[in-house]
């Protein structure tokens, strides 16, 4: 580049002109040239999310934390012409898989990550965490979206999986032409020569390609106050959530045992159970949370206890899903033949799903008391309900069944008219400014 660059600015100068034969003519010309290739060795580093898919939006802000879309923010972000053909190039190596025809495409989308001024620095350890915290709040900030997702045919065009907000760090120099990463969390390796313009990094088909970008802001946005007015809790729920996260990986590698003992894990941090008697606790906790006082249904069935023996209990559909998750936490944890239909609720929702939409329900209820515990409002109307739904994009159609975080209508308007939700069940003479 530096060569190209060189000549093109040597072809534009007359050399006719005696003045630039002169020591003050050669040292206008060079001295830029040597400036920017000569004396800038430093190293410098992008950190990105290459698979995070921003398509129209331009950013996400976390206090001086920015994620920005190098597609419409790249001109903006970085002023210096070399500078920017330079992280350009760098970004352009992460490509799409390979057509019938061998050619690729670049990765759209992709969400570089600035803390402060946009200057490429290699980030400190701190910076690091701070990357980290900002990768699980957006996580769970997604996950709280697609909880609201239905599954069926089409579902798969726009829910996340946890490489979408995977991380990327890779160091770079100006004076060279190549690129090194580090990579590996228990054997880390430090990659050093991969060309720039040259190495590909190919987007491995099982990582997630939603169509659109969305993510709860609500979500996201009380987490950033959870941190301020409660940082306790906030690591708590962070360890809870990158427990989740572990789970949520769609690589083949990880199995289907080790993502729900992840999300079993996720739970026992959340709702900080206690060392003895678990099970009771999980299911009550999860009641506590999430039951609908006005009208939630109660299931009568047998539940496992030590030694294979089974009792009868009563409980919600939440309740008695807490139950059976637990179950099978334990059979996978002791060994036990775990049969296929103890992997899916009632036969019909794999527990994996169900257990994302119970922990993104009983996230939420967690914030809202803390809130409410420190004099503030509620935020979160959410309610996590059993339904049956059609999926018409199947031919013949298929019938669906299992939980959906939706938005609590009357919950929304009670709070907003400052009243108990008992009594606005009760009728609308009980609300203020009617008779």
Known sequence: MMAAEFAAEAARIDRRDPSI???????????????????????????????????????????????????????????????????????????????????????????????????????????????????LMLFAASLSQDAR???????????????????????????????????????????????????????????????????????????????RCDKGLFRRVLRAIGMMMAAHYNANSV???????????????????????????????????????????????????????REMERRSAKGMWADRFYTLRNHIIHGNVVRRDEYRFRGQQHHHTAAVRVFVAALSQTIDRARIARGAKRVFFSSLRWERWEDDNDMPPTNHAGFVVKTDIAAQVASACGVPIDELWQGWPKLPGRQ
Not at 42 to 49: G, K, M, P
Not at 158 to 183: C, H, I, K, P, Y
Not at 255 to 260: A, C, G, L, N, P
Not at 286 to 307: A, K, M, V
């Open 255 to 309: 199995d289907i045992q080790s993502r729900i003992l992840s999300q079993a894990t996720a739970f026992e941090v959340l709702l900080d159970l206690p060392e003895q008697k678990q099970r009771l606790a999980f299911k009550t906790r999860i009641e506590e949370l999430l039951n609908d006082r006005r009208s939630e249904p109660t299931f009568r069935f047998r539940s496992e206890r030590l030694g294979g023996k």
């Open 149 to 227: 997702v239905r599954e069926g045919r089409n579902a798969g065009h726009w829910l996340r999986a946890s490489e979408n907000v995977a991380a990327t760090f890779q160091g770079f120099r100006m004076d060279r032409d190549s690129v090194a990463e580090e990579v590996g969390q228990i054997i880390t390796r430090r990659i050093m020569g991969y060309q720039i313009g040259e190495a590909r990094f190919v987007r491995p088909s099982y990582v997630p390609h939603p169509m659109i970008y969305r993510h709860d802001e609500l979500m996201f946005e009380q987490l950033r106050w959870l941190r």
């Open 21 to 135: 034969w002169s020591v003050s003519g050669l040292v206008a010309v060079g001295l830029p040239y040597y400036d920017r290739w000569m004396t800038d060795n430093r190293d410098y580093q992008i950190s990105y999310l290459p698979y995070l898919g921003m398509a129209d939006r331009d950013e996400i802000s976390d206090g001086d934390l920015t994620i920005w879309n190098a597609d419409r923010q790249l001109a903006n972000r970085v002023s210096d012409p070399a500078f920017r053909g330079r992280v350009r190039a760098l970004l352009n190596m992460n490509v799409e898989m390979a057509t019938a025809k061998g050619s690729t495409s670049a990765v759209l989308g992709i969400g570089v990550i600035s803390i402060g001024p946009t200057d490429c620095r290699p980030f400190s350890i701190a910076e690091q965490n701070r990357v980290r915290e900002a990768q």
